[in-house]
């Protein structure tokens, strides 16, 4: 199979898989709003959760997963898969003793930690003390999904996708479940959020133990006795260091608005927290399954010294996503109020929290596009072992989202906040990928791009008129029609007129979707 094909096969698998992932998220965040709505246990939860997270999001999916899959591949092609595994078990072992440490760092350090990221927490003591508790339970957990990280690595190289993307289902599984257990046990908010906070940790022991099964079917015995080190670790340390800020700039940036955030009125950390959380649908279930599937791809090929095909590829990444993500933020922003009222009015979520709710999704979708195409853009720099420039250009995203949140905070409250993450993505994209062709690194072919964007344009146009057509149809002729009544057929609607339209247009991003479904379906 060309490595096309192979993108797309896995972006399939690994979105399938996390589609499955998503809808118990939403689940999850459906009972979490009905427990807490928005509120002060809400922010103080989200606060203590956004720790481990983004550590998950720095040090797992960013840096570890970009630097250690290159070298993984090298080694497995020039010294054979026991030399491979060899290095794998020492970067397991050692990663192990390293994130155990830094577990027992941040418990002790909770408090500080919860000062620096959430400052207006310390103007209500009760609050600040229940974020610096739940951020102690759930620290741990950090081990547990790192880890995650490193056997997602090891088993895509090996052309598996499947248990690494199914294994956050078990983390929304075990959240789910412990939300549901605080409920029967008591009825202090508090107390719920403790047992909350011992189901996400869980669900990280959950999730490591399901990589183990297929780690074994490879011939990989994980967690073994053995060294520590491997020659080859020295390469994913330094390229490790740079990625930290290159590949999580956005992660970086939604951390800067929750501490900016906790200085605003009440419930803003949660309002944030939830449009970012619909966001991350589509992110997830195409922007980053593609990357993860781009850069196996790329890897293989840089080690065959096939840069033409190192173009093709990217260019086919940088298109697919495009195709893909440009209507889901004009979905997001037309549909913005229905979808936050489908998903999340519920017991204590009122009509205050839907409304700054659906004015954050406004604007963190407009830079969805940028920042799913950041996905794609960031491995190939590193395919081509450039670890510098990435970090350059994320220093410089990180400083423009600050400057205009600080500015942009003043009149728009939180939805400057989601405003300016969005900017900062796009220039951290623009300038990325303008680097990348002044360099000559790689040939786009900018008259087939150009092409590929231009009707993917077109379509997203004529789906969101379409959408606002069949709200407003739908308000005149039944009176009293309910947003959120009507946010699964909007959704319907814009599927088909988009699908509609880019098959009209003869989309070639299209065509591979279709041929990817007539293969499995054959």
């Not at 479940?177 to 719920?192: E, N």
């Not at 649908?281 to 599937?293: C, Q, R, Y």
């Not at 003043?410 to 360099?439: C, D, K």
């Not at 008129?465 to 739908?474: D, L, P």
């Amino acid at each position: 199979m060309s490595e096309k094909g192979n993108v797309t096969r896995a972006a399939g698998i690994v979105g399938s898989a996390t589609l499955l992932s998503r809808i118990f998220g939403y689940l999850r965040d459906m009972v979490t709003a009905y427990f807490f709505g928005v509120g002060p246990v809400a922010d103080a939860f989200i606060a203590a959760f956004r720790i481990p997270n983004m550590l998950r999001r720095l040090f797992a999916e960013g840096s570890l997963s970009i630097s250690f899959v290159p070298v993984f591949t090298d080694t497995l092609k020039q010294e054979g898969k026991e030399e491979a595994f060899r290095m794998a078990g020492a970067a397991l072992r050692l990663l192990s003793v390293i994130l155990t440490g830094v577990a027992v760092l941040g418990v002790l350090a909770s408090p500080w930690i919860v000062s620096a990221i959430a400052t207006g927490f310390r103007a209500d003591p009760v609050k600040f003390e229940l974020t610096v508790l739940l951020a102690r339970i759930m620290f741990p957990y950090v081990i547990c999904i790192c880890l995650v990280a490193l056997c997602m690595g090891i088993l895509n190289v090996l052309g598996h996708f499947a248990a690494p993307a199914l294994a956050p289902v078990a983390l929304n599984l075990t959240m789910i479940a412990s939300l549901f257990l605080g409920g029967f046990l008591t009825d202090d908010a508090h107390a719920r959020a403790q047992i909350l906070a011992c189901g996400v940790l869980v669900g990280g022991g959950v999730q490591l133990a399901m990589q183990v099964p297929a780690l074994v079917k490879q011939g990989f015995s994980p967690f073994g006795l053995g060294p520590l080190w491997h020659p080859a670790l020295r390469q994913v340390g330094r390229l490790m260091l740079p990625a930290v800020l290159g590949a999580a700039v956005y992660q970086v940036n939604i951390f800067v608005g929750t501490m900016l955030a906790s200085l605003l009125e009440g419930g803003s950390i949660a309002a944030l927290f939830f449009a970012d959380r619909i966001v991350q649908f589509p992110l997830g279930v195409f922007a980053i399954s593609l990357g993860t599937a781009v850069l196996p791809s790329l890897s293989r090929q840089m080690s065959d010294g096939d840069l033409k095909g190192v173009a093709e590829t990217f260019s086919f990444g940088l298109r697919f996503t495009l195709f893909v993500t440009v209507p889901a933020s004009v979905g997001l922003a037309v549909l913005r109020e229905p979808i936050v009222d489908l998903l999340f009015s519920w017991g204590a979520f009122d009509a205050r929290g839907v409304s700054m709710t659906a004015e954050a999704l406004l604007y963190y979708a407009m830079g969805l596009w940028a920042v799913s195409c950041v996905r794609v853009t960031v491995p190939l720099y590193y395919a081509f072992k450039d670890t510098k420039t990435p970090v350059y250009v994320a220093v410089a995203s990180i400083g423009v989202n600050i400057v205009l949140s600080l500015f942009l905070m003043r009149s728009m409250g939180h939805a400057g906040l989601a405003l300016a993450v969005s900017a900062s993505s796009v220039f951290n994209f623009l300038t990325l990928l303008t680097l990348l062709i002044r360099r000559g690194m790689v040939q786009l072919h900018g008259s087939v791009l150009g092409r590929s964007v231009a009707r993917t344009l077109v379509a997203a146009a004529l789906m969101g008129g379409a959408v606002v057509a069949f709200f407003k149809g739908a308000g005149y002729l039944w009176p009293g029609f309910s947003p959120a009544v009507g946010a699964l057929p909007g959704v319907v609607v814009g599927v088909l007129v988009y699908g509609g339209t880019v098959s009209v247009l003869k989309s070639p991003e299209c065509s591979a979707v279709v041929n990817l479904m007539k293969r499995r379906r054959g």
